[in-house]
């Protein structure tokens, strides 16, 4: 199977600096990772996802970088806005698990004015 | 329009009852499925499902049962209704595991 953590269930960082998530899994033969944003009472909102063929993706503001060798991959925020204030999941698929997401425990990131 | 939706958005039911909660997605996706979320935020699969068969979470309990009158639906039923069923559960789909799309969740509170 697989299970997927995360390292910190809270992070604060100042408005305006770089916030970095992290999150490790367990099962070297997943393949596909996602970001989720959960905002308080919403249901998770895609941010970014990476294939284990690559190593980093980036989309607006936002970073992941996956490294496969020791199971570890991060989301990267640049210049944190009060907005980016969520919950953040990171999930991941391999091909025995009848591609269902495994999601790892969430990490709170609060951003200080 | 949105994407997915599912209804009641809460719920309110006492113990021993007989529950279902809807779900409709309209990105034509092939790929539904049911997320139990608990007090710690911790989402947990219950079902995936798509025209070619249900897959079950082992831990789910036959109470819960999925029904899919068609690609575009997948509504949860809950029978026998207990304490511990209480939770926010989410519906989402996908078109082949990618990027799944949540719907907005269902608060259920079992008393």
């Known amino acids: 199977g697989e299970s997927v953590g995360l390292h910190l269930p809270t992070l604060s960082v100042q408005e305006g600096d770089n916030s970095i998530i992290n999150c490790a899994y367990s099962?070297?033969?997943?393949?596909?990772f996602i970001w989720y944003k959960q905002e308080s009472g919403k249901g998770p909102q895609f941010i970014i996802d990476?294939?284990?063929?690559?190593d980093k993706r980036q989309g607006q503001r936002v970073t992941v970088l996956l490294n496969k060798t020791v199971k570890h991959l991060s989301l990267q925020i640049a210049a944190t806005q009060p907005g980016d204030s969520a919950v953040y999941f990171c999930a991941g698929e391999h091909p025995g698990s009848a591609r269902q997401l495994t999601f790892g425990s969430g990490t709170q990131l609060t951003v200080l004015p | 329009d949105t994407a997915v939706s599912q209804t009641p958005k809460y719920l309110v039911t006492q113990m021993g009852n007989d529950k279902s909660i809807k779900c409709e997605q309209n990105?034509?996706?092939?790929?539904m499925y049911w997320y139990k979320q608990d007090s710690k935020k911790f989402l947990k699969i219950m079902f995936s499902y798509n025209n070619k068969e249900l897959i079950i979470n082992e831990t789910v309990p036959n109470r819960f049962s999925p029904k899919s009158p068609d690609k575009a639906h997948l509504n949860l039923h809950i029978n026998s209704l207990e304490l511990g069923d209480s939770a926010v559960y989410f519906c989402?789909?996908?078109?082949?595991?990618?990027?799944?799309?949540f719907g907005s969740g269902t608060r259920l509170t079992v008393v």
């Open positions: 990105l034509g996706h092939d790929t």
């Open positions: 099962n070297s033969a997943s393949d596909y």
């Open positions: 989402a789909s996908s078109h082949g595991g990618d990027r799944y799309t």
């Open positions: 990476i294939r284990s063929n690559m």
